[in-house]
């Protein structure tokens, strides 16, 4: 038995090892869902600390996606990002809207408003992925999960490398 100490996992047995792991952290002052999932039932001590240094630097991750999901935003080509927002604003009551949107403030367009309220709301991590593009770390942000399931997805892959950004739900 080969115990390892996770950031906000405690002890996991890496040498047997479950298929998925996950618990609620804080992070911004907001909850998160964090999970780990394997298929294999076994990892080495090096994976193990990969997996516990990307977990200890979530915030910093976090922050370079909002980055990134602006970047994606201002897109001159088609963007997923420019695509959500517009279709939340047209699909959602102005009544919803104005808990997150201040349609009195004309310095700053309903869009980019909407855009500052994405928040993380999950962090995946799949370590076991068998090859370079496959996705290591999946991050969800949403506007408010209790009024949409769509979702911005930033995909990370082994290198730490971000920036796929996808519309999903």
């Known amino acids: 038995m080969k115990k390892f100490s996770f950031t906000h996992f405690g002890e996991i047995d890496i040498n047997n090892l479950e298929e998925y792991y996950d ?40 922050l370079e996606n909002k980055i990134t999901i602006e970047k994606e935003y201002n897109n001159k080509e088609a963007s997923s990002v420019k695509d959500y927002i517009k279709y939340h604003i047209e699909e959602l009551d102005k009544n919803v809207l104005s808990k997150f949107i201040d349609f009195d403030n004309k310095s700053v ?56 950004v996808t519309w999903e739900s």
Request: hydrophobic share 40%; net charge negative.
């Open 109 to 164: 367009e309903p869009e980019k408003q909407l855009l500052k309220k994405l928040k993380l709301i999950r962090v995946g991590l799949y370590p076991d992925v068998a090859d370079e593009s496959e996705n290591f770390a999946v991050f969800d942000y949403t506007i408010d999960s209790e009024i949409t399931d769509e979702l911005i997805v930033v995909n990370s892959d082994k290198n730490n490398t971000f920036g796929n």
């Open 23 to 62: 618990i609620s952290i804080e992070l911004n002052s907001e909850e998160i869902k964090l999970d780990l999932n394997f298929s294999e039932n076994t990892i080495d001590l090096d994976a193990a600390t990969i997996i516990n240094n990307f977990i200890a630097n979530i915030h910093n991750y976090d």
